[in-house]
Nanobody, 120 residues
Framework: QVQLVESGGGLVQPGGSLRLSCAAT????????MGWYRRAPGKQRELVAR???????NYADSMKGRFTISRDNAQNTVYLQMSNLKPEDTAVYYC??????????????WGQGTQVTVSS
């Protein structure tokens, strides 16, 4: 069984920074893409950023220059460093990982979500 556990959300003032972490645990054979989505109140889920196993990244346009995604393959962990946060960044942030588990195969796994609130 695979679990993704997120941490690092919270309340921050506009212009502030937060760092989210997401660690995958379980019977992991290989990990492929990892990334973050978010869902703001009343809006659809949207991609924030993703990173391949080789370190190639891509970001949603509104996050470019403010957010940085990284990963530690040895720790099966993905990070999202968020800077210059804006009220419109308020959302629940979900991490995901494309993971190969022996016997059960390859699938996307999701974290439980962590709330980020940007407010003065």
């Amino acid at each position: 069984q695979v679990q993704l556990v997120e941490s690092g959300g919270g309340l921050v003032q506009p212009g502030g920074s937060l760092r989210l972490s997401c660690a995958a645990t379980g019977r992991i054979f290989s990990m492929y893409d990892m990334g973050w989505y978010r869902r703001a109140p009343g809006k659809q889920r949207e991609l924030v950023a993703r990173i391949t196993s080789g370190g190639t990244t891509n970001y949603a346009d509104s996050m470019k220059g403010r957010f940085t995604i990284s990963r530690d393959n040895a720790q099966n962990t993905v990070y999202l460093q968020m800077s210059n946060l804006k009220p419109e960044d308020t959302a629940v942030y979900y991490c995901y990982a494309d993971i190969l588990v022996l016997v059960t195969g390859r699938s996307d796994y999701w974290g439980q979500g962590t709330q980020v609130t940007v407010s003065s």
